[in-house]
């Protein structure tokens, strides 16, 4: 079986940041831009817990899709697997720079967010008690401060 494109970075080098992780077009013509919005470096750092993330995946899809410029062209925000980031999707065909701005909104609203996590109800979420409020405030900030506020070509395109 082929290995798949994302399995080819090379995680032993990836930085924190934003990348491209694939770029897709639909059967009806549409570009969809998947990012890769790395908080952790992989293998090295401490991967974010499962609540951590579920509780930012609740604030960022909640803040993008309701964002007054992006809202049209979000498609998809979630956690990665190996717990070291989230995945952005983003009709369109666009570059890890057009997105650095909208990402620290995002990071600055997680990162300041007090009161009830929206969605966060049994009616609302299959697992609505599993999230970390103050871990996502931290990530959200860390990821801020060291990474965004700062960000350099090496943090925007993959190792080769």
Not at 38 to 64: G, V, Y
Not at 88 to 94: F, N
Request: hydrophobic share 40%; glycine share 8%; with cysteine.
């Amino acid at each position: 079986m082929e290995k798949i494109p994302s399995f080819t970075i090379d995680h032993n080098r990836l930085l924190r940041g934003i990348y491209v992780s694939r770029r897709d077009t639909t059967p009806a013509g549409d570009i969809l831009t998947t990012f890769d919005i790395r908080m952790t470096e992989p293998n090295r750092q401490e991967a974010l817990t499962p609540r951590t993330l579920h509780a930012m995946e609740h604030l960022a899809a909640t803040f993008l899709r309701n964002h007054p410029m992006w809202r049209e062209r979000i498609v998809y925000w979630g956690p990665m697997g190996c717990c070291t980031g989230n995945y952005l999707i983003v009709q369109g065909a666009a570059e890890p720079a057009e997105i650095v701005g909208l990402m620290k909104e995002t990071m600055r609203f997680i990162a300041g967010f007090e009161g009830e996590i929206p969605g966060a109800s049994p009616r609302d979420c299959g697992n609505y008690t599993f999230m970390d409020l103050e871990g996502a405030r931290k990530a959200a900030s860390c990821y801020l401060g060291e990474v965004l506020e700062g960000i350099r070509p090496e943090n925007l395109v993959y190792p080769i």
